[in-house]
């Protein structure tokens, strides 16, 4: 029997849908953005033909999933995510090519695999100062390396534009950017392992409400700083590529993460949790005191 949908999954499978249709339609009329996605030695047959009937079963899929709860369609949907990234891996393997296309499936895959497990996957941090300093090192070196080194190296390899940016004023103002972003970031985990005993990584939480530093204007500081950093990549090497990445981010994390989130502290902290939603905003800062 179908049953109604929760809203944030309902939004996480109807994002997706949107998203894979308009990157099958940029496949099918955009020349230059077809071949971003190719494998080497790999005729274009070949290619359709393995990811064309996945495109439009996994888009009617997702659009189905966003209406109505079929976790037994949502695990199809993963499924053949995971098929896909076989695939695409071992062809990169292979071909030594196409790392968008693999980066691009396993960024499906995780995504799917958050959309149907995120209720377990999320847990409270040791309550350890020395572990969740290790920890948040750990974290933060390997997101930045892979948010905002290898997918940008990816992005600007398959749009052949990867070459050092030349000195302009544009790039002092990205680079400007990028420090003030990453300062924020840094602080922000500061604040996270000191004050709430926990790490900045939303799947390893902190066990007390954090709303001293930069909490204490905004509530998700990381989040602006990791965009502030995406976007600032993108001016450092006037990216259109990086820039519409680093936006596609901030939807994600605006309409499926920060939901889910949201939810999962007002469960553990209640009230209060509830007064300070009410006291500051998500995005933009509000400058005011308050006990």
């Given at each position: ?88 891996a071992n062809a990169s ?179 209060s949790y509830l007064d ?16």
């Open positions: 029997m179908w049953r109604k949908k929760s809203p944030m999954k309902e939004t996480a499978y109807l994002l997706q849908a949107v998203l894979i249709s308009a990157w099958g339609v940029g496949m099918a009329t955009h020349e230059t953005f077809f071949l971003a996605f190719q494998f080497n030695e790999m005729p274009p047959a070949a290619f359709w033909a393995f990811f064309g009937p996945g495109l439009v079963l996994i888009a009617s899929a997702s659009f189905i999933c966003s209406y109505r709860k079929l976790p037994a369609l949502e695990y199809v949907i993963l499924a053949a995510f995971g098929i896909a990234t076989l695939y695409c393997f292979r071909t030594a090519s196409g790392y968008l296309s693999t980066g691009l499936i396993l960024m499906g895959l995780a995504y799917n695999a958050f959309a149907c497990f995120n209720q377990s996957l999320f847990h409270t941090s040791s309550s350890s100062l020395r572990r969740n300093i290790l920890k948040t090192s750990v974290q933060v070196i390997c997101i930045w390396s892979l948010t905002l080194v290898i997918i940008p190296c990816v992005l600007l390899d398959a749009f052949d534009n990867l070459a050092l940016p030349k000195l302009s004023i544009w790039q002092f103002v990205g680079f400007s950017t990028f420090c003030c972003a990453s300062l924020l970031g840094l602080t922000s985990s500061f604040f996270l392992v000191r004050d709430g005993a926990g790490t900045p990584l939303p799947l390893d939480q902190t066990n007390h409400l954090v709303m001293s530093g930069p909490y204490h204007f905004v509530r998700n500081p990381m989040a602006i700083a990791g965009i502030g950093q995406g976007i600032s990549v993108a001016i450092i090497f006037q990216s259109i590529a990086i820039l519409v990445y680093s936006v596609l981010g901030a939807l994600v994390w605006q309409l499926v993460v920060r939901p889910i989130e949201e939810n999962d502290l007002l469960t553990r902290f209640g009230k300070y939603r009410q006291r500051v905003s998500c995005w933009i800062p509000t400058f005011k005191f308050f006990r």
